[in-house]
């Protein structure tokens, strides 16, 4: 059966993949401006500026990374989830885009490398998750009958307020690192991540931004919560 696909954007074209893929294996060149440990169940939040890399690490194994970014000069427009879905599809990876909210809808983060293989799973189940809301105080007191478990919503709020950024537009996560799908009756599922310890995803900032991320507390992570490392670059020669 034919299908549509998103609102027919097309992606990135094979000379700006090139030019990314070639970002990303020139690691030799990069100077280190941020890198930072994120202990487990709790949140952080930098600049990344335009034209830097920011490369987050399941450095002590899988662990599910709640991603939320704003344009620094504005924090009302900020990554759009259901925006990005609907372009770039259920599931992040390699020359993906991070849209922002209107109006101006433009391009924030560009994904340059992700080393989490992407096997085969039921459901067409996948890394890197556009698909779930981030948890909250609420959503868990849903889930166990308790409001005071930690959660993204809070650490993500925390982690901006303690940057001194807004944190009135803490909004749906890139759920980085999390195996998602849809089954058969139409409910959301997850799996324990594919990521291994060791594995990153790097992201090329379009434009200035604020990055507030979380180590989900949440029952995604497979075998216990852990701590994320956050490493930003300098990519431009002589900066
Ligand atoms: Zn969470």
Not at 31 to 36: C, Q, S, Y
Not at 98 to 113: D, G, Q, Y
Not at 152 to 166: E, K, V, Y
Not at 193 to 213: C, K, N, S, W, Y
Request: hydrophobic share 40%; with cysteine; proline share 6%.
């Amino acid at each position: 059966m034919e299908t549509t696909t998103g609102y027919g954007y097309q992606g990135l074209d094979a000379a700006v993949l090139a030019r990314f893929a070639a970002m990303a294996a020139d690691t030799a060149s990069r100077i280190v401006v941020l890198d930072r440990y994120v202990e487990k169940e709790t949140g952080s939040a930098f600049p990344v500026r335009q034209g830097q890399v920011l490369r987050i690490s399941c450095c002590d194994g899988p662990q599910v990374c709640d991603f939320n970014a704003f344009a620094i000069d504005d924090p009302a427009e900020h990554f759009w989830s259901g925006r990005t879905r609907t372009l770039q599809g259920a599931h992040l990876s390699v020359g993906d885009r991070l849209w922002s909210t209107e109006p101006k809808m433009r391009p924030m983060f560009t994904i340059i490398a992700d080393t989490v293989p992407r096997d085969p799973l039921p459901h067409n189940a996948a890394s890197h998750d556009l698909i779930y809301a981030r948890c909250s105080a609420r959503a868990w007191g849903l889930r166990y009958g308790r409001f005071d478990m930690p959660n993204c919503n809070t650490n993500l709020t925390r982690a901006l307020q303690a940057a001194g950024f807004p944190a009135t537009h803490v909004h749906d996560a890139f759920n980085i690192f999390m195996t998602t799908g849809i089954d058969e009756k139409h409910r959301l599922f997850f799996l324990p991540p594919q990521a291994r310890q060791g594995d990153f995803m790097e992201l090329h900032a379009e434009i200035d931004t604020m990055v507030a991320i979380s180590c989900c507390p949440g029952d995604c992570n497979g075998d216990g919560n852990k701590g994320l490392q956050v490493t930003v670059y300098d990519t431009r020669p002589g900066a």
